[in-house]
């Protein structure tokens, strides 16, 4: 059980960040969803350390993953930004 518990609190990052688009509104203390590779995903801002705000229809760079939930950044900051 703690393994599993674990596994879904483990951050993957990627390579390199693919765009996704915002269907269900993304803030900085609310998940949203994103289409992406062609599914629908829910979705947090990865790291936010200020008030953002991504409304559907939007494009945002997907960069990871924890458990299901997809790691977004707008697609005007890298990854090293979100510090």
Request: aromatic share 10%; proline share 7%; charged share 15%.
């Amino acid at each position: 059980m703690t393994t599993q518990l674990y596994l879904l609190d483990t951050v993957q990052l990627f390579p390199l960040s693919v765009p996704g688009k915002v269907i269900d509104m993304i803030t900085s203390e609310e998940p949203g969803r994103v289409k992406f590779q062609s599914s629908e995903w829910p979705a947090q801002f990865y790291r936010s350390n200020f008030s953002l705000i991504a409304l559907p229809g939007t494009w945002v760079s997907v960069i990871g993953i924890k458990g299901i939930t997809l790691l977004v950044t707008p697609l005007h900051l890298s990854v090293s930004e979100t510090y």
